[in-house]
C-alpha cells in the first residue's frame, strides 16, 4: 500500500510523541520510507536513537546539521 512512499515526520516536542513512534513502526511495515525531523524539546521525551532504529534512516534534528 505504501511501498516506496517517502515520507517526512516532523516531532514535537509533547506527550503525544509517543504515538509518533508507534507511527513510524506502522509506516515502515507497510513499506514506506520514513525519514524523521525532531525538535530539541521531542528530544526530551524520546531519544533520537528511538526513531533512527524504527525508521532505519538518520534523524535530523538541527537545522544546520552536517551531511556525511
Same mark, same amino acid.
Given at each position: 500500500?505504501?511501498?516506496?512512499?517517502?515520507?517526512?515526520?516532523?516531532? @514535537?516536542?509533547?506527550? %503525544?510523541?509517543?504515538? #509518533?513512534?508507534?507511527?513510524? @513502526?506502522?509506516?515502515?511495515?507497510?513499506? %514506506?520510507?520514513?525519514?524523521?525531523?525532531? $525538535?530539541? &524539546? #521531542?528530544?526530551?521525551?524520546?531519544?533520537?536513537? $528511538?526513531?533512527? $532504529?524504527? @525508521? %532505519?534512516?538518520?534523524?535530523? @534534528?538541527?537545522?544546520?546539521?552536517?551531511? &556525511?
Amino acid at each position: 500500500m505504501l511501498k516506496d512512499k517517502k515520507i517526512v515526520l516532523g516531532v @514535537s516536542g509533547g506527550i %503525544a510523541v509517543y504515538k #509518533a513512534c508507534d507511527l513510524v @513502526s506502522r509506516l515502515k511495515k507497510r513499506g %514506506a520510507q520514513v525519514r524523521v525531523v525532531m $525538535t530539541e &524539546n #521531542a528530544m526530551k521525551f524520546v531519544p533520537k536513537l $528511538t526513531f533512527a $532504529t524504527l @525508521s %532505519a534512516n538518520p534523524v535530523m @534534528s538541527d537545522t544546520f546539521q552536517e551531511r &556525511n
